[in-house]
């Protein structure tokens, strides 16, 4: 499957803004999907993953009632909704698929988007 991920920019501390990563080439609706963010120096770090059964999600509790994640499978996408954006939010957010496990460390997830450049300044 292959990923791409949209939506970044550049906006204000407490603004929102939402993601979104299509997905082609593969059978959508039998990936787990998640979120990840990078930091300049920092390691890669989950955010979010929603199962394919639509069933279950999970959220880092950094960003835990700030963002949503959601699917669409008759669309082929996963979005993020980010609100109430912080400067620490700031980071390259990529989007991965597993067909297997819903997952939390990035290692485990074969196929990536390209990332999108989030920046909140304060």
């Known amino acids: 499957v292959q990923l791409q991920a949209s939506g970044g920019g550049l906006v204000q501390a407490g603004d929102s803004l939402r993601l979104s990563c299509a997905a082609s080439g593969g059978t959508f609706s039998s990936y787990h999907m998640a979120w990840f963010r990078q930091a300049p120096g920092k390691e890669r770090e989950f955010v979010a993953a929603?199962?394919?059964?639509?069933?279950?999600?999970l959220c880092a509790d950094s960003v835990k009632g700030r963002f949503t994640i959601s699917r669409d499978n008759d669309k082929n996408t996963v979005a993020l909704q980010m609100n109430s954006l912080k400067p620490e939010d700031t980071a390259v957010y990529f989007c991965?698929?597993?067909?297997?496990?819903?997952?939390?460390?990035?290692?485990?997830?074969?196929?990536w988007g390209q990332g999108t450049q989030v920046t909140v300044s304060s």
């Open positions: 991965a698929a597993d067909p297997f496990k819903l997952r939390t460390r990035a290692s485990e997830y074969d196929y």
């Open positions: 929603f199962s394919r059964s639509g069933g279950s999600t």
